[in-house]
């Protein structure tokens, strides 16, 4: 079966600290990636996806970047951290077109930027 | 761009009672989601609905999905406290190719009373 992991769980960090979160996937093989924000509040925002190696799209112009550098593995990247980046950040994956088994999340990493 | 709009955005039930969330979107899509999310934690998948007057149910929820009308409804039966949480509703379309991506409503904040 397939599984998603995240992590860390929870992170603080400081202003203009650098980020890198890591989530990758298990038991399938060329997933779509995506990463998700939930700023406070409840809206989510999708801020990057990934449908291959090295191939990344950006929704929203914005202090962070995404690299997937294998297959499964999805990264979510910052040089230097703003308060407004703090936020609960939800990676996911669906299986290219058939999306019977439609997106699966991640537990989730909550961010707070001191 | 692709619009997707939940009402309610909060829904307080009484505890045995019946209510119905509703969820529309602005372009033509056939694949509708249902997600809940309990406080601090991720999303978790409910219904999958692919198609036209698909309808699924598990236990004391039921979705059901028009796409011609682009409406989806999510139906509570007889609710229990269990039951509170957020729900989302979220439209899977394709920007071209295999660049498949997922826009979430605001979600319903739902919170069932004794």
């Known amino acids: 079966s397939q599984t998603i992991h995240q992590w860390p769980a929870t992170l603080v960090q400081p202003v203009g600290s650098p980020l890198s979160l890591e989530c990758t996937v298990e038991?399938?093989?060329?997933?779509?990636l995506y990463w998700y924000r939930q700023a406070a509040g409840r809206g989510l925002q999708l801020l990057f996806y990934?449908?291959?190696?090295?191939?990344i799209s950006s929704e929203v112009p914005q202090n962070l970047s995404a690299s997937r550098p294998q297959d499964r593995q999805f990264i979510l990247s910052s040089k230097k951290l703003l308060l407004s980046d703090s936020g609960f950040y939800l990676c996911?994956?669906?299986?290219?077109?058939?999306?019977?088994?439609?997106?699966?999340f991640g537990s989730g990493t909550r961010l707070t930027v001191v | 761009e692709l619009k997707v709009e939940q009402n309610p955005l909060f829904l307080s039930m009484q505890e045995g009672k019946n209510y119905t969330i509703y969820c529309n979107y602005s372009?033509?899509?056939?694949?509708l989601y249902w997600y809940r999310q309990d406080p601090g934690k991720s999303l978790e998948s409910l219904f999958v609905?692919?198609?036209?007057?698909a309808v699924k149910q598990e236990g004391r929820l039921m979705a059901s999905l028009d796409t011609k009308a682009r409406l989806s409804t999510l139906h509570i039966t007889a609710a229990v406290h269990d039951l509170s949480a957020t729900y989302f509703c979220?439209?899977?379309?394709?920007?071209?190719?295999?660049?498949?991506?997922?826009?979430f409503g605001k979600g319903t904040l739902l919170t069932v009373n004794p």
């Open positions: 996911a994956w669906s299986a290219r077109r058939d999306t019977v088994y439609g997106y699966t």
């Open positions: 038991g399938t093989s060329n997933p779509n």
């Open positions: 990934s449908v291959g190696i090295g191939q």
């Open positions: 372009t033509t899509s056939d694949r």
């Open positions: 609905l692919l198609s036209n007057g």
């Open positions: 979220a439209v899977d379309m394709s920007s071209g190719g295999s660049n498949y991506k997922l826009t």
